[in-house]
C-alpha cells in the first residue's frame, strides 16, 4: 500500500481558496479509489470528494460547485482544489485510497490543517 502525504493547508479568508494535495510513495495509476477526507472541530470525519481510476468524481453536498478533485497519475497526486471557502470549511483534510467499491479505505496520515477565518 502507498504512503500518502496531504500538504497545501492553511489559514485563508472567507470567499479565498485553496490547493490541497496528497504525494503519493508509489504508483496510484492503478488504484481504484481515492478520496479526500475532512475532520472539523467536534465533527466525525466525512467523506469530501473521491475520483476513481476512470476520472469520474463524486463531491459532498456541501462542496459541490466549489472543490474540484483531480488525479496526475504521471506525477502520483491527487489534488484537491477549494474555491469559495467558508468558515465551515475549517477542518484537518485527509487523503486516502481503496482497491474496490467494497474494500475499507487505507491508513490514516496526518493530514493538512485548514482554517477558514477573517
Known amino acids: 500500500q502507498v504512503q500518502l502525504v496531504e500538504s497545501g493547508g492553511g489559514l485563508v479568508q472567507p470567499g479565498g481558496s485553496l490547493r490541497l494535495s496528497c504525494a503519493a510513495s508509489g504508483s496510484i495509476a492503478g488504484i481504484y479509489h481515492m478520496g479526500w477526507f475532512r475532520q472539523g472541530p467536534g465533527k466525525e470525519r466525512e467523506l469530501v470528494a473521491t475520483i476513481l481510476r476512470i476520472g469520474t468524481t463524486s463531491y459532498a453536498d456541501a462542496v459541490m460547485g466549489r472543490f474540484t478533485i483531480s488525479r496526475d497519475n504521471a506525477k502520483n497526486t491527487v489534488s484537491l482544489q477549494m474555491n469559495s471557502l467558508k468558515p465551515e470549511d475549517t477542518a484537518v483534510y485527509y487523503c486516502?485510497?481503496?482497491?474496490?467499491?467494497?474494500?475499507?479505505?487505507?491508513?490514516w496520515g496526518q493530514g493538512t490543517q485548514v482554517t477558514v477565518s477573517s
Open positions: 486516502n485510497t481503496r482497491s474496490s467499491p467494497y474494500a475499507t479505505w487505507g491508513q
